[in-house]
């Protein structure tokens, strides 16, 4: 399960998260599956947030930070430009990369 948030991280995301990880879970995970692994990717956190937030977690969870400008060109090139992204999220809808 990943959750991708543009802005900071905050710990109420975590909340959100852990609530979809248990729903996959509870809903979906079948006996000789393993635990849903929660991935949560921000523009930025701050790591003692971060670390204080997830100490009170029981869900396998992961928190990460991401800056586009940073990756390499040809991973950048698969990914949607941050204006397409920001365009997406306010019309609600998800544009897939050009491909070149």
């Known amino acids: 399960m990943v959750e991708l948030k543009s802005k900071r991280f905050r710990p109420e995301h975590l909340g959100q998260l852990n609530f979809y990880v248990a729903a996959v879970d509870g809903m979906l995970?079948?006996?000789?599956?393993?635990p849903t692994v929660g991935i949560l990717v921000c523009g930025s956190k701050n790591d003692q947030t971060v670390r204080y937030a997830?100490?009170?977690s029981a869900a396998p969870v992961a928190v990460a930070a991401y800056t586009y400008d940073t990756l390499p060109a040809e991973e950048r090139a698969?990914?949607?430009?941050?204006?397409?992204?920001?365009a997406a999220l306010d019309q609600g809808t998800v544009a897939a990369p050009a491909d070149s």
């Open 29 to 34: 995970r079948l006996p000789h599956h393993a």
């Open 54 to 56: 997830l100490d009170a």
């Open 78 to 86: 698969a990914l949607p430009s941050p204006e397409a992204i920001t």
